[in-house]
């Protein structure tokens, strides 16, 4: 079956980094695009990035642009996104999602002083 385990998130300072992980499994990781999702404590769920299958085309929600950015790693099924000059209103809990039918647990990002 298929299977999303994000990992990597934590409590940043603002001006701070952070890289998610994503291990997937159970379907063939190289063949599909795949996204990070976020959702705020109140707020819907947003499309944060996503990516090719082949990893050439990236795409990004505005408030990220020039500050995230999504990998991937097809020999090791792993999609990344690598964080950097967090802000406070990147506070969420982030999601991994193929083709937005199968969702991973979520890690949580806190960006706060």
């Known amino acids: 079956q298929v299977q999303l385990v994000e990992s990597g998130g934590g409590l940043v300072q603002p001006g701070g980094s952070l890289r998610l992980s994503c291990a997937a499994s159970?379907?063939?990781?190289?063949?599909?695009?795949m996204s990070w999702y976020r959702q705020a404590p109140g707020k819907e769920r947003e499309l944060v990035a996503t990516?090719?299958?082949?990893?050439?085309?990236?795409n990004y929600e505005d408030s990220v642009k020039g500050r995230f950015t999504i990998s991937r790693d097809n020999a090791k099924k792993t999609v990344y996104l690598q964080m950097n000059s967090l802000k406070p209103e990147d506070t969420a809990a982030y999601y991994c999602?193929?083709?937005?039918?199968?969702w991973g647990q979520g890690t949580q990002v806190t960006v706060s002083s």
């Open positions: 999602t193929l083709q937005g039918h199968y």
């Open positions: 159970g379907f063939a990781f190289s063949n599909y695009a």
């Open positions: 990516i090719t299958s082949g990893g050439d085309i990236a």
